[in-house]
Nanobody, 115 residues
């Protein structure tokens, strides 16, 4: 079992920035994929950004150019830097890590962007 904990959410005005962090109970180099998802009220959970063990990244079209996913091996975290935030970015953000076909999720952190 792998424990995943997100942090860094909060309330920010439109145009502002937030940095989310995800800590896991195993060394992150063990994970073949790490990702951030988000879920707004009444909507499905969608992929925001992902990073593979070879550092290849992928982003949803809605966040390209504004969000950056990265891994910090020393701190054993995967981070999501969110800039130029919009009200439509408001959601609960979840971290997911994968080892082979097994996935592990955190409890989520709320991000609210006011207009």
């Amino acid at each position: 079992q792998v424990q995943v904990v997100e942090s860094g959410g909060g309330l920010v005005q439109a145009g502002g920035s937030l940095r989310l962090s995800c800590a896991a109970s195993r060394r992150i180099y063990m994970f073949n994929r790490m990702a951030w998802y988000r879920q707004a009220p009444g909507k499905q959970r969608d992929l925001v950004a992902s990073i593979l063990s070879n550092s290849s990244t992928n982003y949803a079209d809605t966040v390209k150019g504004r969000f950056t996913i990265s891994r910090d091996i020393g701190k054993n975290t995967v981070n999501l830097q969110m800039n130029s935030l919009k009200p439509e970015d408001t959601a609960v953000y979840y971290c997911m890590v994968a080892i082979s076909l097994n996935t592990y999720w955190g409890q989520g952190t709320q991000v609210t962007v006011s207009s």
